[in-house]
């Protein structure tokens, strides 16, 4: 489900672009699957429609959507696109965590610690 925040730094567009390529990366949005149309969406999140056109056009421009005459956008068959997106966003996130980690004053010893214990923790949680 698509949000926007008032409190986020990012405009709308960009806060839409980004939940957006995550659910495709996520496989909330799997390859063929139909968008809500512009007109819908923008209805829904109470924006400009120009701000959704904005966005899909954007994402059709960086391969994942495809738009369809009459039917609307679909998420592109692309599969390299999913894995580059999953590739940024992970290491999004990891320069978030490793910040605000150090910034809380945790050493890195600590936090290499805490992460190895984690993906332990995963890897015995996925055998079981």
């Given at each position: 489900?698509?949000?926007?925040?008032?409190?986020?730094?990012?405009?709308?567009?960009?806060?839409?672009?980004?939940?957006?390529?995550?659910?495709?990366?996520s496989g909330e949005y799997p390859r063929g699957h139909r968008l809500p149309s512009i007109r819908e969406l923008a209805a829904e999140l109470t924006v400009n429609p120009n701000t959704i056109?904005?966005?899909?056009?954007?994402?059709?421009?960086?391969?994942?959507?495809v738009s369809k005459q009459g039917s609307g956008f679909?998420?592109?068959?692309?599969?390299?696109?999913?894995?580059?997106?999953?590739?940024?966003?992970?290491?999004?996130?990891?320069?978030?965590?490793?910040?605000?980690?150090?910034?809380l004053g945790i050493n890195l010893d600590r936090i290499r610690e805490t992460v190895l214990n984690r993906l332990e923790g995963s890897a015995s949680d996925d055998n079981s």
């Open positions: 489900m698509l949000r926007i925040s008032s409190e986020s730094a990012l405009p709308v567009y960009q806060q839409l672009k980004r939940q957006i390529r995550r659910g495709i990366a056109a904005k966005v899909y056009r954007q994402l059709e421009a960086d391969g994942f959507l679909f998420v592109a068959e692309s599969q390299e696109n999913i894995e580059n997106t999953r590739k940024e966003l992970l290491e999004q996130l990891t320069e978030e965590f490793v910040a605000e980690a150090i910034e």
